[in-house]
């Protein structure tokens, strides 16, 4: 470790570190710099193309079952029920958001285009129950109910128009 | 003047210390068993496995397309290039063509990503040297990077962008101008770097000549990525082995020089990685400037059953090779998926190469292999 | 003491029957109660300036939510620390443990009797100042080792056993650089090196610019401060990223308030001890304090000193968020090899200016050449 | 160099331990071998100058629902070319010799392999369970894999 080595590794160190200083100065210096922002202040707002809580509009959902069975970690639950007039009816439409794993999969697959993604990210609850997010409102069994009168209705309404047909239709062959 | 007393007399008992699963510098849930006289280390045997969740047995069990987001948790800091991975590696089994302004766009998200997880690695490694400040600095740049993909896929980390067959979104507007002006303004941030710790005396005197690994050790033990190059051998997938438009690119591949001390050490492995940088920065303008217009998906059935066969695919990724193993038999679910993680494979060195260091020395190997637990583990 | 215990006695006639004995105690009571409210302000407020520069170095804002851009940060701190319940560890040696903070602590804080705060303002005026501080502030070591041996827990002791190396093998440059000054002032007691810094017009009379010797001492001095007060060039006892927190991993709690502080005291003991011994001390550059009358005097003298010693923390704290962290051996070598030979050629160079030029530096040269 | 080329070197010098070899629908090809010699030939697919594989590249498990196997992938980093070596291992004591002696790299492989698949690396420096604890019983990956209800009391 020669005399040249030593002092050449004191100038060097010296050099080195008052470089590194210079920097840290400039940036201690100006103010402009921050980049921080006082979050419950200041939010950040957020892409549109943000994969926030995920959002269904009912009424344009056709319970077409695509999403439960695209979703990798099955957290998306559908009941539905037919209805009289053949086309489902959505009984309960549940999305456990605590499992969700936002991956954007669901989003992409639904037919309708009634799922979407909304730009919400802060959500903190006291129960794990409330992460179920419920998007029917009314309770299921009112649905049922409703929906099984209608097609017992229908059932009935069809029925006697059947044995109307039949009354009609045997007075031709008396004629003929 | 002998001592009066034999050394070896003296009982001095080696100290066992779990530099244990949770421990500020070991980059995640890895544990190392340490077994140390005084400061200096006899024995340090990693002990892995606490972040593992069975991604391969879920493999087995989702369809190709489904097991896209499985994917960014494999390398939550590198989730673009983990993406595109797993597209690239079912479509050369499916055989699938995928449109070139796709295959423009997962390169460009493939670099931006790499160069915030080279930030990353760059500022929690000074972090672990004790000069917090360049970690702030780091981490602002990425924000910036992460403003850019969430304007593009929607997700700050965990993208899951790539398709089979293509992406999943074309680029919004003004994407490609917002990541010119990110390259304009990140290219002097190095340099700033450079002069700010990279060649700081104390910095340099800590990496020089810590951990060498020879350049034929280095094939040996099967490192890749930066840990290889940092090694002297050049040695790069996007070069040597092309995939994607990677060959109408042109760059250059960085590799350890022993600038400061012996070459292989850990200041070549994070040299390598901040002139990575560099180098993807210069792809981007490229990308930037020659991407075509059109589809950005291609055809693919949705019930996609590719046919029987068995492919191993891999791309560079920040940290190393991940190569993804698929043996399909028709089916809609990949019967074996088996993942090969760079930074699996770096850890098997560990052990040989932190014998008789010191304490401080193994959070800088660690810091230099720039590891990942989640991708370890699995 | 006495001077101002007797002048007191005759001052007020009615408590001339208390003994001499006891108003000395009762003057020095009141003095160190003075310098321990100054010494929890300057740690509380230190730990705000210490966030506050860090933030503003990086990036970001630094404490601004307790009090008006964050001022009272440091007593919610403070309240915290002491409201936290402190753990004594099952196995951990009680008695070293619960001993450990309160040696550090008055190892820290019994070096500011000696520091010259302003022209009358000095707690004891020890004619062996500058080697009493060296004693007193070796004590921080045995407290150091105490707590990483007392916790029980292989990382503090790691970073005791770390500490004692750095402090003890840091002392010696310390020292030597800290004796130009009291070569030059022919004493060891800091208010005589103050006031042989007072002699020219302006900051000529500082030793700093007294030769170059003792410039080149002034900044071993303070890289030296910086390792015996394991800042971060050399905060290898707790440091964070290897020893998760080195000796005070174990500590919570009021006991860890005591660390907190007695590393802020530290800090302002070398601060104060480099602006005393190097740029004047009380000295106010054009200005001369002692001429005025006591009270306004010692307020501006004691205003000069501050702002210098302040100004000192303030490059410690700039310092300590640029660079990273020497390893063992390094910060080893470097004291034995780097700073101990300097400061020892150093000494030798400013023995043979005083006597070459028979005690006078650069600055007392040229004003006696045109004085004439 | 051809798959093909390869596969008839490997032929030539070890006669009918090198079984078949699997090339439509692999990518890259595979030379299956008998299991007792795959580390010989994994040695001389290393040593030998024309093939110089001196980069293993990955070392799986595989359960073929009806026989295990053991599947490495390896490199060239001087010619540039990929091979892999595959070992058909019957299911009830899966064992073949360890190749950490031939490549380092598969130390950590080899035990992630004996962990998830219960493949036995006979002389292999130190195989032990890697990922998971080391009182799990069972291998996760095997197709015919029970979960345990509870590990230590935790449900699982």
């Known amino acids: 470790m020669g005399l040249r080595e030593y002092i050449n590794d004191i100038v060097e160190a010296v050099v080195t570190t008052v470089k590194g200083m210079r920097i840290t100065a400039r940036y201690g210096i100006d103010a402009r710099e921050e980049v921080t922002q006082q979050y419950p202040e200041e939010r950040r707002e957020t892409d549109e193309r943000f994969r926030g809580f995920l959002l269904n509009d009912i009424a344009r959902c056709t319970s077409c079952t695509m999403c439960v069975k695209v979703c990798p970690v099955d957290c998306i639950s559908l009941e539905a029920v037919r209805g009289a007039d053949k086309k489902m009816v959505l009984v309960s439409y549940d999305i456990n958001i605590m499992r969700c794993m936002y991956c954007g999969l669901c989003v992409e697959v639904c037919p309708p285009k009634s799922l979407v993604h909304t730009g919400g990210y802060e959500k903190a609850l006291f129960n794990r129950g409330d992460f179920t997010l419920h998007f029917v409102h009314e309770d299921a069994a009112g649905i049922k109910a409703r929906v099984a009168k209608q097609v017992a209705e229908a059932a009935a309404k069809a029925a006697e128009a059947a044995k109307a047909a039949e009354a009609a239709k045997p007075e031709p062959e008396k004629k003929a | 003047m002998k001592p009066n007393v034999p050394v070896e007399a003296l009982h001095t008992q080696e100290m066992l210390i779990n530099m244990g699963p949770q421990h500020p510098s070991t980059h995640g849930v890895l544990r190392v068993i340490l077994r140390t006289d005084g400061e200096v280390v006899v024995n340090a045997r990693p002990d892995v496995g606490y972040l593992h969740r069975g991604l391969e047995k879920i493999g087995e069990r989702v369809t190709y397309a489904q097991f896209m987001p499985f994917t960014d948790r494999l390398d939550y800091l590198a989730a673009m290039n983990c993406n595109c991975a797993w597209a690239w590696a079912v479509e050369n089994l499916a055989g699938i063509e995928v449109p070139e302004r796709a295959e423009y766009i997962r390169v460009i998200v493939c670099e931006l990503n790499r160069i915030s997880s080279h930030l990353i690695a760059f500022g929690s490694f000074t972090a672990d040297m004790g000069a917090f400040t360049p970690f702030l600095y780091s981490i602002r740049e990425r924000e910036k990077v992460n403003d850019l993909f969430e304007a593009a896929c929607g997700n700050r980390l965990t993208y899951n962008y790539a398709r089979v067959g293509g992406v999943s979104a074309d680029l919004p507007q003004g994407f490609l101008e917002k990541t010119k002006e990110f390259l304009d303004y990140f290219e002097p941030k190095i340099d700033e770097y450079n002069n700010l710790i990279s060649y700081n005396k104390i910095f340099v005197h800590r990496l020089a000549n810590v951990a060498a690994i020879s350049a034929d050790n280095a094939v040996a033990y099967g490192l890749t990525g930066p840990n290889l190059r940092g090694s002297g051998v050049s040695f790069d997938l996007r070069r040597d082995e092309p995939y994607s438009v990677y060959p109408k690119l042109e760059f250059d591949v960085c590799v350890g020089t022993g600038e400061r001390g012996v070459l292989g050490d850990c200041f070549d492995r994070y040299m390598v990685r901040i002139n990575e940088m560099r180098q993807s920065v210069r792809i981007l303008r490229q990308a930037v400037a020659q991407i075509p217009e059109g589809p950005v998906l291609a055809k693919v059935p949705r019930v996609f059953k590719p046919a029987a066969g068995e492919v191993y695919f891999r791309s560079e990724c920040p940290r190393g090779e991940t190569g993804f193993y698929i043996i399909s038999d028709g089916t809609g679910n990949p019967s074996r998926l088996k993942i090969r993680a760079g930074s699996f494979v770096t850890m098997n060195i560990f052990e040989t190469v932190t014998r008789g260091l010191m304490i401080a020395d193994i959070v800088a190997v660690i810091g230099s292999f720039d590891i990942i637990l989640p991708e370890i583990d699995r | 003491m006495e001077v101002l215990a007797r002048s007191l006695i005759s001052a007020f006639p009615v408590i001339s029957g208390v003994p001499l004995w006891a108003v000395t105690l009762l003057i020095m009571v009141v003095v160190a109660a003075i310098l321990l409210v100054f010494f929890l302000t300057f740690g509380g407020l230190g730990s705000y300036v210490l966030r506050k520069v860090a933030g503003d170095i990086q990036v970001r804002i630094g404490p601004n939510r307790v009090g008006p851009y964050g001022i009272l940060q440091f007593l919610a701190d403070g309240a915290k620390l002491i409201l936290k319940e402190d753990i004594i560890p099952a196995k951990a040696d009680r008695f070293l443990f619960v001993l450990a903070p309160y040696l550090v602590f008055i190892g820290s804080f019994s070096a500011f009797v000696v520091v010259p705060f302003g022209v009358g303002l000095i707690a004891a005026d020890l004619n062996i100042g500058v080697y009493y501080v060296m004693a007193v502030t070796s004590l921080v070591v045995i407290g150091i080792l105490m707590a990483g041996w007392a916790s029980n827990n292989k990382w503090a002791l790691l970073g005791g056993m770390r500490a004692v190396a750095q402090i003890v093998s840091y002392e010696i440059p310390v020292a030597m650089a800290l004796l130009p000054a009291v070569l030059i002032a022919g004493s060891l007691s800091l208010q005589d090196i103050v006031r042989s810094q007072g002699g020219l017009v302006g900051i000529f009379g500082w030793n700093l610019f007294h030769n170059p010797f003792t410039f080149f001492s002034f900044f071993l001095y303070l890289t030296a401060g910086q390792a015996e007060t394991n800042q971060t060039p050399f905060d290898l006892p707790e440091a964070e990223s290897e020893l998760v927190s080195g000796y005070n991993v174990e500590y919570s709690g009021i006991r860890y308030a005591f660390f907190f502080l007695a590393e802020f005291g530290d800090m302002f003991v070398v601060a104060a001890l480099a602006s005393a011994c190097f740029l004047g001390g009380w000295h106010v550059p054009f200005f001369r304090a002692e001429a005025l009358p006591s009270l306004w005097g010692n307020l501006l003298s004691l205003g000069a000193f501050l702002a210098k010693a302040f100004g000192l923390v303030l490059v410690m704290m700039w310092v300590r968020w640029t660079l990273p962290r020497l390893r063992v051996d390094q910060l080893m070598r470097m004291s034995w090899k780097y700073l101990v030979p300097l400061t020892f050629v150093n000494l030798l160079g400013v023995s043979l200016w005083l006597l070459v030029f028979k005690g006078k530096g650069i600055p007392q040269l040229i004003a006696s050449i045109f004085t004439g | ?156």
């Not at chain 4, 390869?6 to 006669?15: E, H, P, R, S, Y």
């Not at chain 4, 697919?45 to 990955?58: E, H, I, K, V, Y």
Request: one cysteine or more.
């Open chain 4, 1 to 156: 160099m051809e798959p093909q080329a390869l596969f008839d070197a490997v032929k030539a010098k070890f006669g009918d331990a090198a079984l078949e070899l699997q090339v439509t629908g692999f990518r890259p090809a595979f030379v299956v071998v008998a299991p007792a010699s795959i580390a010989d030939i994994a040695r001389f697919l290393r040593d030998d100058p024309a093939m110089r594989f001196d980069s293993l590249m990955c070392l799986s498990g595989v359960d073929y629902k009806d026989r295990f196997a053991v599947a490495c992938h390896l490199y060239s980093m001087r010619h540039r070319h990929a091979i892999g070596l595959k070992a058909y291992l019957p299911k009830e004591n899966p064992l073949l010799p360890s190749m950490d002696a031939v490549w380092p790299a598969a130390n950590f492989m080899e035990r992630e392999t004996y962990d998830l698949f219960g493949i036995v690396f006979e002389g292999s420096k130190d195989l032990r369970r890697i990922l998971l604890p080391e009182d799990w019983e069972g291998h996760p990956l095997r197709k015919d894999y029970k979960y345990p209800d509870f590990y230590h009391g935790i449900k699982v």
